[in-house]
């Protein structure tokens, strides 16, 4: 993950030039690498694959390690954008139900009307963005702590999961909708497999990796990502200079609402029926992701790559588990202290960064 | 200094007097000692065969620490001890996950695989990939429609709605007349067929009621404010046995008239149904579910045998009442019914 990017909140100018001298320069790009926000979760990934690679015999297959990737990828889309959000210095406790809302929309949406099921992703897309963007006016609005107001979204989204699908379906879970026009080149783009020789890579690692490309070129290349870097270090401040504090606010939330229409259009096309019920807690893996990857409970610091690193970190921790046969009572707690230990390291290595700048 | 010796003085006070009150305080009943003597008194788990040590993985929809998928856990592992198996076992309530856990299971190469599919699309693509790579897969408790078109071997379980139909026959024959059907896990299909089944045979009235399984204290005043808001109640049908206990204490705050009636069986429910605080209970044997998996893995290895003929395996309803209790409460106790 040797990031040579200018660091956040500089003018981007060309790369320096290997002239003069070597040793200057190569200095300056250790340096560089010391500020980082993800070295901190790139040495804890690099620990947790060593060590899974020696206590689990299974880890180091090819099949394997598409599993992990792919358990990665489902929580790394959504952390993308909470990461953001963080670095922006809020959050979302609404992310994990709003993915199971947006497959609840599309499904039902689809059956209802008997419509193409691209209509109802459509539809999907809208009322998610829509949900993002409540979270978001309510926020600026109300002057609320995040806290409250998602956490108020998350018991209402998982209400109406449950109590429309009861309505509509007058089950629990959607009705299938495989039969139905469209689902196969949905599923083609939310849902399928290439296989590479013996291996398949599902599709979701490619939508993660593609978000975390877009979120770092944002984060690190345009003027937006200056705001959302500004509004979560000090939104006062960003707002005396002229940044536009409430529209960076509510478009981070509609980023998370974009993700979470990703994964919902996965779960859907991958499983057929959705559970109304599923979805909850998960925000808190997305959270846990995001702060694993070095980013700052109180904003202004943190990356999208650090994010996609605790992600990939969780999906190595909760398979290899599995592949090292271990009892998995013991997974959460593993999964905790692995959380406490990859971010006291992170704080470790800032630290030694700002003594060294 | 001083306070910290003076801290060090009061923490040893405070063990020594904790060992005090645990040695002086010996319970001539219960506890470990007599759970260890029934255990010595039942067989100890070492292998009748001499077929090869094979691996079957488990993987259930089950939440963490529930008691009902102990119990079918400790059938596995006796049978897996029997059968000179190494068993695994893995959980996840959240249908992506649990398919996950398959594919690791997959991944692994084991040899054979026992799932529950109570989330049956979400585990066919899965269940697949397990038969293309030549693992045996045996389904169990949920999912009974579906385990035949995704190739599984054989499904054992109980039919939710015969079940429940079973449920609402006993309450007719109690003479009821307005069931509280109380749902605990909200989004499971199988809960939503027994209060079904219980509908349709029961000839009163049955409503619904959810509550939030994970929260023993909710689920006591959901179903206190349900019983004192409506006096007519007079059956309360519970889901899974842990909550039949909440049910009658909620049932005694409320100064209800209801009785108590259950699926499944644990101790308390024993007990309950021989001091008369619960009518009846419907047990599915989950003991067996996971007993007859592993062993019917085992028989497929061994010698290609498949039970059932493609129909499912029922483990229930039993309808226990009474006069069956006391048998039970032994076993309950020690985890196998």
Known sequence: MSDTDAPPLQPAGPPAKSDGDERLLHRSLARRLMGRPELGSVVGAAAVFVFFSIVAEPFLQASSLSTVLYASSTIGIMAVPVALLMIGGEFDLSAGVMVVSSALISSMFSYQLTANTWVGVGVSLLVTLAIGAFNGLLLTRTKLPSFIITLGTFFMLTGLNLGFTKLIDGTVSTKSIADMEGFDSARKVFASHLTLGSVDIQITILWWLALVAVATWILLRTRVGNWIFAVGGNADAARAVGVPVTKTKIGLYMGVAFAAWVSGQHLLFSYDAIQSGDGVGNEFLYIIAAAVGGCLMTGGFGSAIGAAVGAFIFGMASKGIVYAQWNPDWYKFFLGAMLLLATLLNAWVRKRAEEKA | ?337
Request: charged share 25%.
């Open chain 2, 1 to 337: 200094m001083a306070r910290v010796r003076r801290r060090g003085r009061v923490v040893g006070a405070v063990l020594a007097a904790a060992l005090g009150v645990a040695l002086a305080g010996c319970s001539s009943t219960g506890g470990l000692r007599a759970e260890q003597e029934r255990a010595a008194k039942s067989a100890g788990g070492k292998a009748a065969v001499n077929t090869p040590r094979w691996t079957f993985a488990m993987v259930t929809h089950s939440g963490d620490g529930d008691t009902f998928w102990d119990i079918v856990q400790n059938g596995a592992q006796q049978a897996a001890a029997k059968d000179n198996i190494k068993f695994l076992y893995g959980h996840d309530k959240e249908a992506q996950r649990q398919s996950e856990l398959v594919q690791s299971y997959i991944d692994q190469k084991v040899d054979g695989l026992i799932v529950s599919l109570a989330k049956p699309n979400a585990m066919k693509d899965v269940i697949a990939k397990a038969e293309k790579a030549g693992i045996p897969v045996i389904t169990v408790n949920s999912g009974a429609e579906a385990s035949k078109a995704f190739g599984a071997l054989s499904h054992i379980g109980q039919d939710e709605t015969v079940a429940g139909e079973a449920v609402g026959e006993e309450l007719n024959k109690r003479g009821r007349k307005k069931a509280l059907c109380v749902l605990h896990e909200q989004g499971n299909v199988g809960h939503e067929q027994r209060c079904d089944g219980a509908e349709k045979t029961f000839k009163g009235d049955l409503q619904k009621l959810y509550v939030e399984g994970t929260n023993m204290p909710d689920v006591q005043s959901s179903i206190e404010s349900k019983l004192q808001s409506d006096r007519g109640i007079d059956a309360v049908v519970t889901l899974g046995a842990p909550f039949a206990d909440t049910a009658v204490k909620a049932k005694e705050q409320a100064g209800s008239k209801a009785e108590i009636d259950t699926f499944d069986l644990n101790a308390q429910v024993a007990t309950g149904l021989k001091d008369g605080s619960l009518g009846f209970a419907v047990d599915q044997q989950p003991y067996l579910q996971g007993y007859e998996a592993v062993d019917l893995l085992w028989l497929y290895k061994y010698n290609s045998d498949v039970l059932g003929g493609g129909k499912p395996v029922l483990t229930g309803p039993q309808v226990i009442t009474k006069k069956d209790a006391a048998a039970l409460q032994e076993y309950t106790k020690r985890g196998t019914r």
